[in-house]
């Protein structure tokens, strides 16, 4: 993404916004904010207390009348403005992807390999399904034309129009690194790839639909803040209401003083009720969702920006998340009997077919250590059989001789069905290589086992002071690997998580995840492979791979642009920020309405008591100026705000108790204090320029 950035209060952004936040005054907008439409209402009826007023048989003096309606107005127009900026800057995030969709060229193959006949046809033209050939030096600067998955070939990729790293990429067949996304392009070689989107339904177009998406629909967290927020709303609409007669029976009580007019019981309600955080609370959520763009990673809901910041489990791949994930055969380890290039050459028939990275090296390894050939596959008229999650073997079969390679338990149980038995050098073979850390493969031929092949993979450097990082943060970390008990826990002491699960199926990562969930735990994981689609689905937050395949990028509810599995630690960090702005703002908006109330009541009621002038503890100069100071506090403060909404509060990975009490501590004492001094410099300005 050419990521471009805006300062706050950008001319380009907040111009737009100003009119935008006019727009938004249609009755049909406010509606959908029950607290911010209760000052909407009031701003329209004191209009009409004003222009009553104008006409000669006010209930107050016209310009003290006018004066609150017009603040009352820009309350209104200051939330809207909130909201529209915040749109604004994801809108503008979502224009600079559009940059991506260009008209493109695309090599159709009629059949479906390379080096077959190819037709010229538009990019626009291309359906689910169709096969293009893409190579460096294509018409067109080599776009790929659409998101697809690479069936043949490998190719040096230039991502940066996505991800904003200029550093080429690898795409190839097989493995997990054979998504392509339309708008990159091909920088050497060639590649095969089938089409996996429509025209209008590629990723890209998924991602600008979802971040222009204004409508954003409320998290389950923002309903539950906006049903207290419009309680607290009836609550002291009840007890506004309620002054009224009250005042008026005082006074025919008592005979003296004067009832509580309408304009200043608007204004009263206004103060009380919890404007601050009714106005900022979805420009807060936009501006989540923008964060997490900003860290390139795409959120396809509010709702899980928001579940990222509840997160307590992490689950992780160990290969290429913990790891760097590019295993590589390193050794060859025969059986006793079985002598080195035997047990070589049929690992290397094996994976002559095996597409995957471990596949490559093992073959790569035999033509080095004992040159062996690669062999003319189509004339061994071999059957191959593919490596799965699920069986955790792959090989070949050459007329009756059966090949296989695969995890140590997988081939046990294979020869033991044939009849033959695991040797104890094996085993102790395979336990050295794990013990390591490394990956152990064992490779059978029939129902005799030849040896072991060792698959070196590295634990990634930093990410041991992530863990405790998040371990501080209150997130269990656990890795799962589909790798054996002795290698998982080797690299599991090493990379200092938590916990592992150890050869597990995809069924195995759903069922833990289920089970977190049972305990009232938010999962979150990252994946990339189509075995990792049902656990992706089933979990809270799932960040999918943008190199992934199309099935996890569609069960996730995030995508990483960066394609970067540790990538899950800043999703957290940012939803967790986006929840502590949305708790401290809160805070703040309630402990708020503490100074209002001393600014506002004695000021409102002391024509009816004059006792309560008593109350007027801040000196204000008069019961009018100390009414529209506090309404002028309460607009203001929503615009002072905003740089808070949109930036979020500064975050430390501190536990949550330990958060909760910072927070209490920084925004209610503030929300206490602040008004008391807002309101006071208010209330001087207006006595001195004699406006009140
Ligand atoms: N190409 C292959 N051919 C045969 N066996 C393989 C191949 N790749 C992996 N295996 C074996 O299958 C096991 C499970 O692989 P799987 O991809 O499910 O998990 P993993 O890659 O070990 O771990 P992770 O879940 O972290 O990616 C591996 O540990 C290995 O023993
Ligand atoms: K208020
Ligand atoms: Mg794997």
């Known amino acids: ?43 329209i009826l004191t209009t009409l207390l004003a222009i009553q007023a104008l006409g000669g048989e006010g209930e107050a003096p016209a310009g003290f009348i006018i004066a609150i309606s017009v603040w009352l107005w820009f309350t209104v127009l200051f939330a809207n403005f909130a909201e529209a900026l915040a749109e604004g800057r994801s809108k503008a995030q979502a224009a600079s992807l559009r940059g991506l969709k260009r008209e493109t060229w695309a090599k159709k193959l009629l059949e479906p390999r390379y080096g077959g006949k190819w037709q010229l046809v538009q990019g626009n033209d291309l359906r689910k399904g169709d096969v293009v050939v ?200 025969p059986a006793d009997g079985v002598s080195e ?60 001789k059966q090949i296989r390679k695969g995890a140590a338990e997988a081939i046990r149980h294979h020869v033991e069905t044939l009849g033959g038995s695991f040797p104890a050098s094996v085993s102790a073979r395979v336990d050295e290589v794990a013990r ?36 501080r943060m209150g997130i269990k970390t656990v890795m799962v690997t589909g790798d054996n008990r002795v290698t998982a826990a080797a690299i599991a002491a090493e990379a200092g998580v938590d916990d592992f699960l150890s050869e597990a199926t995809p069924e195995a990562k759903l069922a833990l995840i289920r089970q977190y969930q049972a305990e009232g735990r938010l999962v979150a994981m990252t994946g990339d492979g189509t075995n990792d689609a049902p656990a992706l689905a089933q979990a809270d937050v799932a960040v999918a791979m943008n190199t992934g395949t199309q099935a996890a990028k569609e069960a996730g509810n995030m995508v990483d642009l960066d394609s970067n599995p540790t990538k899950l630690i800043e999703v957290v960090e940012t939803g967790k920020q986006m929840l502590m702005t949305r708790g401290s703002l809160t805070t703040f908006s309630i402990a708020n309405d503490i100074a209002k109330y001393f600014a506002i009541i004695p000021a409102a009621f002391v024509g009816t008591y004059p006792q309560l002038a008593a109350l007027n503890v801040m000196g204000l100069s008069n019961p009018a100026s100390a009414i529209l100071s506090a309404v002028i506090f309460n607009a203001l403060i929503i615009v002072f705000l905003i740089p808070l909404a949109l930036k979020g509060v500064p975050y430390r990975p501190l536990g949550a108790a330990t958060l909760l009490r910072r927070n209490m501590a920084i925004y209610g004492l503030g929300g206490i204090l602040v008004p008391f001094v807002g309101i006071k410099l208010i209330d001087l300005c207006l006595a001195a320029t004699g406006l009140a």
């Open 134 to 333: 893409v190579e460096a030096g294509d018409i067109g600067q080599s776009v790929i034309p659409a998101d697809g998955e690479v069936i043949e070939g490998v190719a040096s990729v230039d991502e940066s129009a996505i991800t904003g790293e200029s550093a080429p990429v690898i795409r190839e067949s097989g493995g997990d690194f054979s998504a392509v996304t339309g708008g990159t392009r091909v920088l050497s070689d060639w590649i095969v790839i089938r089409v996996t989107a429509n025209p209008g339904e590629t990723f890209v177009d998924r991602m600008i639909a979802m971040v222009e998406n204004a409508k954003r629909q409320k998290t389950p967290n923002e309903i539950a803040l906006t049903i207290l927020l419009v309680a607290l709303t009836i609550v002291f609409l009840g007890v506004t209401v309620t002054l009224l007669p009250f005042s008026q029976f005082s006074v025919d009580v008592s005979g003296a003083g004067r009832p509580v007019g309408m304009t200043v019981l608007v204004a009263l309600l206004v103060c009380l009720i919890p404007t601050t955080i009714a106005g900022l609370l979805s420009a807060i959520g936009v501006a989540g969702m923008s964060r997490m763009m900003q860290a390139n990673v795409i959120a396809t809901s509010g709702r899980a920006v928001e579940a990222a910041g509840d997160v307590d489990v992490l689950l992780m791949d160990k290969t290429g998340t913990i790891t760097l994930g590019n295993r590589q055969a390193s050794a060859f380890l």
């Open 341 to 400: 290039s035997d047990l070589a050459n049929s690992a290397q028939l094996a994976s002559l077919a095996d597409e995957t990275p471990e596949g490559r090296s093992i073959v790569v390894l035999a033509k080095q250590k004992y040159d062996l050939r690669e062999r003319d596959i189509h004339a061994l008229a071999a059957h191959f059989v593919h490596f799965s999650a699920q069986t955790r073997m792959s090989g070949v079969d050459l007329g009756d």
């Open 436 to 471: 390591r850390g490394s990956t152990p493969l064992v490779v059978s031929e029939g129902k005799r086992v030849l040896g072991a092949i060792e698959l070196k993979d590295i634990v990634k450097g930093g990410i041991k002071e992530r863990f405790v990082e998040l371990r």
């Open 1 to 43: 993404m050419t990521k471009k950035t805006f300062t706050l209060f950008d001319p380009a952004l907040a111009v737009p916004a100003m009119r935008e936040a006019v727009r938004k005054l249609s009755p049909a907008v406010q509606w959908r904010n029950p607290v911010m439409f209760v000052v909407y209402v009031g701003s």
